[in-house]
């Protein structure tokens, strides 16, 4: 089944600094990698997602890469404000509808 | 759009008693759900795959005559937990696929506690 290993565990940043976050994923079958962000106490919500035809995206502050050679995905968030913080989860599927395999959580603080 | 509601938020039971938990797809349609569970500073864990007007598919691990789940419609799931014991106190949230980007959307999340 597919692994995803994600780091750092906790990592903190001033605020206006960027903050990277980065996953590993095992199974070359998998084509779908999304980003969700938790707040304390809410479900996940997703934030920004990649599949495997493109090598990057961005939308406004955000932005993820992925490079299938080597099996690795990135979000990336520059400028940070305090509201950014959280928990921030990176996942793999080989589809939609098929079952997300997550990460084991960043925890993002952005210190004001 | 693509918002997915649970309900109840939070409940407490006492043991033994089951506890129902609904899920929701409020502007599409989700032929599949999935159920998941999170404990304190942990992942989500997969619980099981729910298919409209199927039987759940559930993960190693997870008792199915424990955690019952129903998908009637394409827009409600339910996961019952059955004679609820301390141990089974947690965070459950649900996902539908669908929506403008096909994808997972997830459930606000419901807390379980069981004194």
């Known amino acids: 089944g597919e692994n995803v290993e994600q780091h750092p565990s906790t990592l903190s940043v001033q605020e206006g600094d960027s903050a990277v976050i980065k996953c590993t994923y095992s199974?070359?079958?998998?084509?779908?990698f999304p980003w969700y962000k938790q707040e304390l106490g809410k479900g996940p919500q997703l934030i920004i997602d990649i599949r495997s035809n493109v090598g990057e995206k961005k939308d406004q502050r955000i932005a993820v890469t992925l490079n299938k050679t080597a099996k690795h995905f990135s979000l990336h968030i520059t400028e940070t404000q305090p509201e950014d913080s959280a928990v921030y989860f990176c996942a793999a599927s080989s589809g939609g509808y098929q079952k997300v395999t997550f990460g084991i959580g960043t925890k993002l603080q952005v210190i004001p | 759009g693509a918002v997915v509601s649970q309900h109840p938020s939070w409940v407490i039971c006492k043991s033994g008693t089951s506890v129902k938990i609904e899920c929701r797809s409020l502007d599409f349609q989700a032929t599949t759900m999935f159920w998941y569970r999170q404990f304190p500073k942990q992942s989500l864990m997969l619980m099981a795959t729910s298919n409209e007007g199927s039987k759940a598919t559930y993960e190693q691990g997870v008792e199915k005559d424990k955690f019952l789940i129903n998908h009637a419609s394409l827009t409600l799931s339910t996961l019952t937990v059955t004679s609820a014991h301390p141990e089974d106190s947690s965070f459950y949230i649900c996902s539908a696929f669908g929506g403008s980007q096909e994808t997972q959307y997830f459930g606000p999340g419901t807390r379980l506690l069981v004194l």
């Open positions: 199974d070359s079958a998998s084509n779908y």
